[in-house]
């Protein structure tokens, strides 16, 4: 069993950044591939990112590269997400995940263990 948390979640406006974090329970966090996705309201759940166990490969949307980046530090079992240069569509719960049998570094539809999700809200 993970248990994922995140936090991070705020009102930013357009062009802003956030960053995103996402604690981890258990011993086994470099284990898992960490994924981000992410819902807006009336919409269907995203992919945003995903890392893998050892963080030394990385995949993202197209919709966020170049302004997203993901990262993870094994040692405290946390992945961030850094937001930047923010746009209103933007705007959604973001959820972070993890899955320990991503092989490959694609777009991910689902995962094993979610987090309850952060807000985003970004202001035009």
């Known amino acids: 069993q993970v248990q994922l948390v995140e936090s991070g979640g705020g009102l930013v406006q357009a062009g802003g950044s956030l960053r995103l974090s996402c604690a981890a329970s258990?011993?086994?966090?470099?284990?898992?591939?960490m994924v981000w996705f992410r819902q807006a309201p009336g919409k269907e759940r995203e992919f945003v990112t995903v890392i893998s166990g050892r963080g030394d490969s990385t995949y993202y949307a197209n919709s966020v590269k170049g302004r997203f980046t993901i990262s993870r530090d094994n040692t405290k079992n946390t992945v961030y997400l850094q937001m930047n240069s923010l746009k209103p569509e933007d705007t959604a719960v973001y959820y972070c995940?993890?899955?320990?049998?991503?092989?490959?570094?694609?777009?991910?539809?689902?995962?094993?263990?979610w987090g309850q999700g952060t807000q985003v809200t970004v202001s035009s």
């Open positions: 258990g011993r086994t966090f470099s284990r898992y591939a």
């Open positions: 995940a993890a899955d320990s049998r991503i092989l490959v570094l694609t777009t991910i539809r689902d995962a094993e263990y």
